[in-house]
């Protein structure tokens, strides 16, 4: 998942992005409202955990006006103040989930988790194309009931692939779900992990399901979409 995080608190702000970092995401940063609404378009993220207290413009204004720009993302929102006219107002902004600081950790995972499945009508907690299965809450990966251990971002590049099964995705696409802004798109990392990726899904188990879309990108091959 690609997350953009808009807090502008720097201590929480960095808290909230090592964390999701080291749960293999990529995560972004606006420290504004304003940084939200120009970000949030530039960039196809699966999530967005948005503060409401923010200088400037507010969090719930921020949602009202991403949502006005067509930004569907799901919205996670941060708030010190739980009544229930902040959560009515917020979810009436186009929020689609609260969580009230402070907050465990793994609840904001879990929460985004959720979100994220919730988002399209088919998004299961296990993903699974053909024998090989990818588990995003344990972090584990089999083909044939066979454990496969994969670096973090070999995990996020393969969760990008099995969350669009037979679909070609171009190299952009997947620096854009699995690295953040800081990556300069004209490295040739993505071939790298497509190659780590087949040496550990594919060959010892005498498939080919990841393929190269000469000219356009990859795709995760599934026996239906053969």
């Known amino acids: ?28 940063v606006a420290m504004s409202g304003e940084d939200a609404l120009w970000m949030a378009p530039a960039s196809e993220y699966d999530a967005i955990v948005l503060d409401v207290m923010l200088p400037g413009i507010s969090g719930f204004e921020t949602c009202r006006r991403l949502r006005t720009k067509g930004i569907w993302a799901p ?36 929460r985004l988790r959720a979100l994220v499945r919730r988002g399209e009508p088919e998004r299961p907690s296990v993903l699974q194309v053909d024998d090989l299965k990818l588990d995003p809450a344990t972090r584990r990966v089999s083909r044939d009931s066979t454990e496969i251990r994969l670096s973090t971002k070999e995990f996020a590049v393969l969760e ?6 037979d679909e070609v995705l171009s190299r ?13 798109n004209k490295s040739n990392i993505v071939d790298v992990y497509i190659r780590h990726l ?22 995760l091959r599934s026996s239906n979409g053969a």
Do not use: N
């Open 75 to 110: 919205i996670l929102m941060l708030t010190a103040r739980d009544s229930v006219e902040d959560r009515v107002t917020g979810l009436d902004m186009g929020a689609d989930d609260y969580v009230v600081k402070p907050f465990a950790f793994a609840e904001l995972l879990a």
């Open 172 to 184: 952009l696409h997947l620096l854009e779900h699995a690295w953040d802004f800081a990556y300069d």
């Open 160 to 165: 990008t692939f099995m969350r669009r099964p």
């Open 198 to 219: 087949r040496k550990k899904i594919d060959e010892p188990f005498g498939c080919a399901s990841l393929e190269t879309v000469r000219g356009a990108g990859y795709r």
């Open 1 to 28: 998942m690609r997350v953009l995080i808009v807090e502008d608190e720097l201590r929480m702000a960095s808290l909230i992005r090592r964390g999701l970092v080291q749960e293999g995401l990529s995560v972004d």
